[in-house]
């Protein structure tokens, strides 16, 4: 099935976003960079509202996600990408221009396993634009993560979930994760 989302312009010319959503060869997996950081900004957003009913304070996340798309010694995110072709068409000529748009994303932070020798990567911050769930985004995210990571010597991957979020354990469980610890947490020490 194709979505068609028309624009209207002057000048006899016309643009279609047209997006060939029936095959997920079109979703495909990238490094974040500088440029992804408004919808990472507002998938954090959104991720902290819809599974804690958190409204995240929009500076502070913003500052977040800078610091960790500008320095990889804190992690790194990956972007799920939806490629989509953006056809102009004027009275003379018709053009196909590529145009990817971001659908999904996860942080990866480090942890030094001093049992295994080797680094461990957490998961963080995992979001799937809500009109592009159930059709295997984190599914492409986690395999291209767990390639990665093993290219990279990586020992082993863990996140953790809220406890209600019963859709992420079924996610993370359908892919293979399971876990025998609880994570405790302090109190937000940053708070006076
Ligand atoms: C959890 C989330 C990331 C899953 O993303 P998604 O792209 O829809 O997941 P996928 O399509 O790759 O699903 C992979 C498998 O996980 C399981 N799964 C995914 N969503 C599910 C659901 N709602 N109910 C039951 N199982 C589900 C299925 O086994 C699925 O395989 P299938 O569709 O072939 O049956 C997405 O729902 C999301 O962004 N939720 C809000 C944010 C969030 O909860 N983040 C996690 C914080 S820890």
Redesign the pocket.
């Given at each position: 099935m194709a979505f068609y989302h028309p624009i209207a312009f002057e000048n006899c010319v016309s643009i279609n976003m047209v997006e060939k959503q029936s095959d997920p060869e079109n979703i495909f997996i990238r490094p974040a960079t500088l440029k992804d950081r408004d919808f990472i900004i507002e998938f954090n957003i959104a991720?902290a509202k819809?599974?804690e009913d958190i409204d995240l304070d929009r500076c502070i996340v913003t500052e977040g996600v800078d610091c960790l798309l500008k320095d990889p010694a804190k992690g790194h995110y990956y972007v799920a990408c939806m490629r989509k072709w953006r056809r102009s068409e004027s009275c003379s000529s018709s053009q196909e221009e590529e145009k990817d748009v971001v659908i999904?994303q996860l942080a990866i932070t480090f942890e030094w396993s001093d049992w295994r020798n080797s680094q461990m990567w957490w998961i963080q911050s995992?979001?799937?634009r809500m009109d592009?769930?159930?059709?295997?985004?984190?599914?492409?995210l986690f395999q291209h993560v767990q390639s990665e990571a093993r290219r990279q010597g990586v020992g082993m991957i863990r996140?953790?979930?809220?406890t209600g979020?019963e859709?992420?354990h079924?996610?993370y469980e359908?892919?293979g994760m399971s876990s025998h610890y609880k994570v405790y947490e302090t109190e937000n020490l940053a708070v006076e």
């Open positions: 991720m819809e599974t999904g995992v979001y799937v592009y769930r159930r059709r295997g985004v984190f599914r492409k996140l953790y979930a809220d979020n859709r992420a079924q996610t359908s892919l």
